[in-house]
T-cell receptor, first 112, second 115 residues
């Protein structure tokens, strides 16, 4: 079975540019989570969806961050404009009812 | 709010040594508890879980027991291998389910096993 698929695996871009991270959850899973991992702050939940609807976005750092889930098989996390302090590894995870979260391999983002 | 406190790393052990990674939690109600493992360059993988007091989760030789009286969920393994080198995260879910709700993670403990 295919796991959670994230793209790109690595992204290097200059400050001020728009960044879009993509996630394809496991088929049949109705929960989707976006996390950010840094050395300083560890693993932080940014936002999560249930049945494509955002349930809790309290972890989204500021208005520069936005996330969408237009359908059950695709989600995006967008940063506009990007800043060096956004550099981190971003993980997407999905889960089904009564199932634990399955994580993707992450996108390593570097903002120069 | 809910929180998880893990033992500070990094932890370095020789192969076949006994491993304990401490984890304590603060939560209202009756959380479910989890250990996740992250190998280099990969996402987190569920290692084991326990959903109620006195439950023992186990997988790949690792064990952890949900202790409500001490609010702890310590991870143990009797004989570690080089392949166990990874970062280990303790986590809790504020629901009664298996982590498909919001998870609160500890800071992670990096484990290195020396041959």
């Amino acid at each position: 079975d295919a796991g959670v698929i994230q793209s790109p695996r690595h992204e290097v871009t200059e400050m001020g540019q728009e960044v879009t991270l993509r996630c394809k959850p496991i088929s049949g899973h109705d929960y989707l989570f976006w996390y950010r991992q840094t050395m300083m702050r560890g693993l932080e939940l940014l936002i999560y969806f249930n049945n494509n609807v955002p349930i809790d976005d309290s972890g989204m750092p500021e208005d520069r961050f936005s996330a969408k889930m237009p359908n059950a098989s695709f989600s995006t996390l967008k940063i506009q404009p990007s800043e060096p302090r956004d550099s981190a590894v971003y993980f997407c995870a999905s889960a089904g009812s009564n199932q634990p979260q399955h994580f993707g391999d992450g996108t390593r983002l570097s903002i120069l | 709010g809910d929180s998880v406190t893990q033992m500070e790393g990094p932890v370095t052990l020789s192969e076949e040594a006994f491993l304990t990674i401490n984890c304590t939690y603060t939560a209202t109600g009756y959380p479910s508890l989890f250990w996740y493992v992250q190998y280099p360059g990969e996402g987190l993988q569920l290692l084991l879980k326990a959903t109620k007091a006195d439950d023992k989760g186990s997988n790949k030789g690792f064990e952890a027991t949900y202790r409500k009286e001490t609010t702890s969920f310590h991870l143990e393994k009797g004989s570690v291998q080089v392949s166990d080198s990874a970062v280990y995260f303790c986590a809790l879910s504020d629901g009664q389910y298996f982590g498909n709700e919001k998870l609160t993670f500890g800071t992670g403990t990096r484990l290195t096993i020396i041959p």
